[in-house]
């Protein structure tokens, strides 16, 4: 019988946590500290933890449904699991020293409290261990799973860095937008749910309908984390209302009012174009992208989306029950108040 | 006919450069940039330079001809020699910013061209690249090259937070230093001078006999660049003397020294406690280090080292011409002033 999301989460934390745990203990107890820091388990001292602050675990939930979606005991995912895990956690900790953000899931990040050097290298272990974890044992299907990795891995990397470029840019075009969330959000998502089915040996046809269903999760994700970047209850989002303004992010549905040929959308660019934006600029910003039609756009595409994993799971010849629970869980990762 | 070192390392570079430059161009143009600057080929903004100012390309060197010396032909380690290339640029990209340096061969380092967020990206990219190109063929070899390579990375990490820690410390022991020194400098020397005959699938003892070759290679290396560390040239290392005494660094000489139990010693320990070394203290502290033993210990380590470098391959079955071509090298990278 289908399980509950909450309940599937918990039951791979119980599979994957420990695995993690053993991995970060390869690394010299020194620089294993930040590692374990990061994952929430320990304190900056290296004490434990009453309860540990480690994050949903999506990407590992996903890669053992995925091989239970192909018919496999979920288990012969576990190492697909903790690589997919270390590498979005390596991603993690160098982000937040190029993004120069201070905090993460409400504690100090890495480079904060070790600095930028132990962060750097850090984060350069959790990436090399990911690779060492699934490379040790040399089946052709290890093998397969870690040649996706490391493709899903330069794309996440290439994504980043087109995000970072925004940055610098006045505007960008939609489709330009979409290219930079699949690659940053939607590659390592589209790789965790495909990894279980690569690692049981599955058809192509299988491990492809996988990877679809996780790349429109990921686009989903970030549809809806854009519209909470605008438009979210800061109690919900944990950040200030109109956050993505305020830092003048290029996020999907900026860039669609930016696009839109709109006086709204030309009125956005201008402020946008301000020194300085104070509360009542971003009031108006966010008025101006909704006059746009960026968050119906929006709104649109991340339903469409959802639409489309769907319809890659069920287009494809998978377990019921492991399939359900993946749909569920997409469903739960993106239903967030907006 | 055995050909001389730098025709060798000519050769490598006609063949290896071609394929590292194509491996930076699968990169998007504008992170492919900081890459191609730190590896010599363009300006900052991206005008392709006169003369390439590439580094020596010394492990690709010995990735060619560890094939030739496992009776391979040397192209066969052509991936090997653009991957591990990639791995140890990573880490100088990487180690730039952990270790605040500004300059790189006579250059501005890639985080001060263009800032640390994207010298951390550009190197996360140069990484992955480097598993991405040997894992794109799924053959065992190329498995099996990918595996020692992410191993040697994980080492050469290690390496690099040692001797970060190192730092930290007051003093550090002997076996502690070389064991530091075997993971930063041996590891992927080692890895480069066994990863062509990894490639050409020859027998565990030959892979062995060319690692071992190449860790012995990467100690004597590192005790040499630790005598000129202190006792170099300046117009020769481009450093100012004593440099190494100046940033307090626990080179071997000065580990030795610490640990000798001498009078010399204990005021070496003394000085490196100061707040301030002035120009006289580092004169002194490199006459205590002489007088504590630390100079001849490390010069006649370095030279057990070449011989054991030099037995590893007359103990293996080996081609002769690119055994007598490996053992050259090895003596051109060592053989400077001191």
């Known amino acids: 019988m289908k399980r509950r999301t909450p309940e599937v989460l918990e039951w791979a934390r119980t599979l994957v946590e420990p695995a993690l745990e053993a991995a970060t203990r390869r690394l010299s107890p020194d620089l294993g500290l930040p590692a374990r820091y990061h994952f929430g ?24 449904l995925s091989a239970g979606a192909a018919g ?61 974890l699934l490379l040790e044992e040399a089946t052709p299907a290890r093998t397969a799973a870690a040649t996706d990795l490391v493709q899903a891995t330069m794309a996440m990397i290439a994504g980043q860095y087109m995000d970072m470029s925004f940055n610098r840019q006045d505007t960008v075009g939609v489709t330009e937008c979409w290219e930079m969330v699949s690659r940053k959000t939607g590659a390592l998502l589209a790789h965790a749910s495909a990894v279980g089915a690569i690692l049981a040996d599955a058809p192509p046809e299988t491990v492809e309908a996988l990877r679809r269903f996780g790349r429109e999760l990921g686009l989903c994700f970030q549809a809806i984390d854009d519209l909470l970047g605008i438009w979210g209850e800061p109690a919900v989002t944990g950040k200030p209302a109109g956050n993505d303004l305020r830092e003048r992010k290029k996020s999907i549905p900026v860039a669609v009012a930016l696009s839109s040929g709109t006086r709204a959308g030309e009125m956005l660019a201008d402020l946008y174009a301000q020194e300085h934006l104070n509360e009542s600029d971003i009031a108006r910003a966010a008025a101006l992208v909704e006059e ?26 998978l377990e019921e029950q492991p399939a359900e629970e993946l749909l569920d869980l997409a469903s739960f990762v993106v239903n967030r108040e907006f």
């Open 72 to 132: 496999a005991p979920p288990e012969i995912a576990l190492p697909g699991a903790v690589a997919v895990e270390l590498v979005h956690n390596f991603s993690l900790i160098h982000d937040d020293i190029i993004d120069d953000d201070d905090e993460r899931r409400h504690r100090a990040t890495v480079w904060k409290v070790f600095g930028v050097g132990d962060a750097i290298i850090v984060g350069d272990a959790l990436m090399g261990l990911a690779f060492e």
């Open 292 to 317: 746009a039609g960026g968050r119906s756009a929006t709104a649109e595409a991340a339903r469409d989306c959802m639409q489309r994993a769907a319809q890659a799971l069920t287009a494809a010849d």
């Open 41 to 64: 388990w320990v304190d900056p001292c290296g004490s434990p933890l009453e309860e540990s602050l480690h994050g949903k675990g999506v990407r590992p939930t996903l890669a053992l």
